[in-house]
């Protein structure tokens, strides 16, 4: 067995053992915990939360308490958000709120999301909403800057297809170092194996096999992302008036630091070099050097913005093929038509995964699509933070503070908008494109619209998931063209674990798998 990293443990049980694990108060801490609980600056804290009139809330005890519903929302979010969408029918504007430990949140009809996906960010706020989530003060979680997304949108998008054989390459390269050998029937922790996997592939797009090839870095891009999230939980635990003095004791913030620090130790010189050597490569960080303005320009700042990148790239496309090797174990009678599909593909594009070849494979991307249907990474997406009362067309008035989404998860289980919605028909999208060629296009994974919204929408829309579309498609087509695999016997598929507003793969679960010896 060939491993470049030890993967006995999981990063989701990496993430929750340090949650768990307490810090002690000094002395000197509890003084001062004293002295601001007394303080006149206590009493301006916070603002009560203002509910719209006349919207229900989900998931109320016989009493009319949100305490349970609270509670219920960190395992069971998507029970409740389904519950409330359902309710909504009977609601007029269709609207509800759904109890979190935050606060209630406002979840809106879809009919208000073309109105939303344009409004001034000064007062319908994205950023605000991610950097609340993540604790973004104390764990650099969430940016605005705008150079990633306009570089990704302007550069990556349009390279797509000269960016693959790069990514196909890596692919082979990272199996051979990170998958088991797999000659005879081996178990393989799939969730953890794929994210190390894919954290080596996407960092041949960030900065070629410099990163992609540096050990350091792909454990700081993985790492990175668990301890910004496990920094948030534990901070969340204080009062917000104690969060800057509980910060110094989070080791995990500490983490973040030294990653920043790394970063910079090998992007800058990186960057240095190439700027001597005069070489510009297609990678995203040769992109961001040559698209940055003003104050972008200074490289420690691109150097910060490419390791919060990998924040976003590296789990959510590590998600992606967990859950659709489990879904291939419970119904392998999905297998057979990917591979000749995948085969015929192949055939027609000199053996490599070309933009013609993607195309050529309408039921690979279909079974996508139906995966993340079922298993989305978010449950709300449109998230927003409503700075001041926001009155929309129809008079409704979102009062000022409040967190507003689209309950994603719950639409795509609409009946009116997905015919037997609680069926999983992995070719649905590829036979609903057969019968209505015109509206192909918005049954692609990769689109987003107001009836699809795993990806977001209007422009805040993840503006990478072209790439991420084709990566996790060309990672299956490895793994379909290489391997046999199975459930170990007894076990059935894994479920998702909530997470509040997530819905992770589970990382507890195993893969049985086999080399293939004839191929497709």
Known sequence: MSHSHSLTVSLYQQAQKAIDQPFSLTPALIAVFFLLVTSSAYQSYSKRQRLAPGV???????????????????????????????????????????????????????????????????????????????????????????????????????????????????????????????????????????????????????????????????????????????????????????????????????????????????????????????????????????????????????????????FAAIHTSAAAPTQLIYDLCEMPEIIHPLREELKQALKKCDGHLTKQAFNLMPKMDSFLKESQRFNPLLLITMERLVHVDYAMSDGFIIPAHTSIGVATQAISMDPNIYPDPDKYDAFRFSKLREVDPERAGKMQFASSNPQSMGFGFGRYACPGRFFASNEIKAILAHVLTHYDFKFPQGQGRPASIGVETQFLPNHDGRVLMKKRTQGL
């Not at 229900?56 to 305490?67: C, E, Q, R, T």
């Not at 000659?183 to 592939?201: C, K, Q, S, Y």
């Not at 999230?229 to 973040?256: D, G, H, M, S």
Request: proline residues 5%; hydrophobic residues 40%; glycine residues 6%.
């Open 56 to 310: 229900p809330i989900v998931g109320l005890d016989k009493n009319g308490s949100v305490k349970a519903a609270r509670k219920r929302f960190i395992p069971d979010a998507r029970g409740l958000l389904r519950e409330g969408y359902e309710m909504k029918q009977q609601v007029k504007g269709g609207l509800f709120y759904v109890p979190s430990p935050l606060g209630e949140r406002l979840m809106l009809h879809p009919k208000y999301i073309e109105e939303l996906k344009s409004a001034p960010i000064d007062k319908v706020d994205f950023v605000a909403t991610f950097q609340e989530m993540f604790e973004g003060k104390y764990t650099t979680m969430g940016s605005r800057s705008t150079l990633h997304p306009r570089v990704i949108k302007a550069r990556v998008n349009q390279h797509l297809g000269d960016l693959m054989p790069a990514i196909e390459e890596e692919i082979l390269d990272s199996f051979a170092d990170i998958w088991p050998e797999c000659d005879d029937w081996t178990e393989v922790a799939v969730a953890d194996t794929f994210t190390h996997l894919v954290g080596r592939v996407s960092s041949r797009m960030f900065g070629g096999t410099k990163l992609s090839r540096h050990k350091e870095w792909v454990n700081t891009t993985i790492t990175f992302a668990v301890d910004g999230f496990a920094a948030a939980q534990k901070i969340k635990r204080y009062p917000k008036f104690l969060r800057p003095i509980a910060a110094r004791f989070i080791p995990e913030i500490t983490n973040i630091k030294n990653h920043y620090k790394l970063a910079h130790n090998l992007l800058i010189p990186l960057m240095k070099e190439r700027k001597r050597t005069g070489e510009t490569p297609m990678d995203l960080l040769q992109w961001m050097v040559e698209n940055a303005e003003g104050d972008e320009t200074d490289e420690q700042f691109i150097a910060d913005v490419q390791l919060k990148v990998s």
